[in-house]
């Protein structure tokens, strides 16, 4: 009989990402996906460590785990219980210490290693493996196996050598990989071949993608990559994410102009609105830079949809840097965004500086911002309304009767249709009616089964 693999998520897409690619390598060692940690003999926490208190959460859920390996021990089975992620990767040795339930420990680059893990944790040898080398594990992996997704993630770059004053990346995931254009291209095919109609470029900062070209003569940039890959018969949409201002160049907003597979819908991160705070964030651009990338992105593609990340409460940030944050999101109109509470990540350099903001005052400000936002994305989705938008249907709805998608803005879409079977994997044009909380609600618009593209 096969064996059960649990796999929790947390974090970002490039998570997602990871922890499929996990379940394809374990897939070779006989290992079945399941959805309960109880029916498990395997369990993968791959953990977060951007925010909050990542990792005294993972230290919790290992307490619930403990308790669950007692039970399913005195039901004389056994379990295997691996960390994983940026989590695994910061507390490295001290995990196993504090955490004896766990067999082993690994960074976001070692996961290829899984079956040595495990075949480890077999003889109750625990390991630690938290080398930050990209390359051995992309080669190792190869190609992605038939995933069966209509939306398949595909990670192109890894790691960020820009140090951002708060940010942890730079120590969890590495320095900056880009994988070669000739395994994306290869890893895009197959996903498209086993039905994939969308693929969202991942990278941690995936618009500094510079992936040897295939004749290994040089590098590719994002915007040629993309443009390659909507060569490919039956990819309907690209995405990717997540960008970095810095990083935008003239090309890649072209491409927004000429690829109609390329979504008209970019994610990126401004973080504060105030030159000074963005100059002690280590960000490299300036309010002007950010609003002249918007400015020409939105010459090229008028429509685009544009979403960002901020952090408020930075050190030192005084209240006239925070409206200085509102004035820039009134300035841009964003369709939708998300906002933090600045957190001290442990050895980055901003989590040492003087001029810590007490948190009532962070509470305030993120409330005051997240107002304005949720506003915005308000006035964007009731824009959409009365319009014909195409859809890609990629799962049965909530209700039976019901079909769910994405719009070209990454709004969650749903309709009602007698088969909704028979839409899943197809770009169908709808009609917007209504919009709900975070969604738009629409019918099916005309008579054509499938728009181009
Ligand atoms: N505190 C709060 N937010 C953070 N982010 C990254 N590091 C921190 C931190 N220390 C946010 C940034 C980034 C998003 C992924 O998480 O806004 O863009
Ligand atoms: Fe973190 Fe900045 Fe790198 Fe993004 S660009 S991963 S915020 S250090």
Redesign the pocket.
Known sequence: MAKKLFIKTYG?QMNVYDSARMADVLAGEGYEATDSAADADLVLLNTCH??EKAAEKVYSELGRLRELRAEVQAAGRELTIGVGGCVAQAEGEEMVRRAPVVDFVFGPQTYHRLPHMLARAGRGEKTVETDLATEPKFEALGTVAAAGKVTAFLSVQEGCDKF?T????PYTRGAEYSRPVAEVLAEARALVASGAREITLLGQNVNGYHGASPDGAGSWTLGRLIRDLAGIDGLARIRFT?SHPRDMDDDLIAAHRDVPQLMPYLHL?V?SGSDRILAAMNRRYTTRDFLSIVERLRAARPDIALTS???VGFPGETDDDFEATLALVRDVRFAAA?S??????PG?P?AAADGQIPEEVKAARLARLQDVINEQMRTFNESCVGRTLDVLFDKPGRRAGQAGGRSPYLQPVHVDCDDAGALIGKVVPVRITGTGQNSLSGTLAGARAEVPA
């Open positions: 970002c951007i925010r951002c708060f940010c942890v990346v997540t991160p973080q990340d901020f952090i998300f933090f509470k600045y957190s001290p990540r980055t901003a």
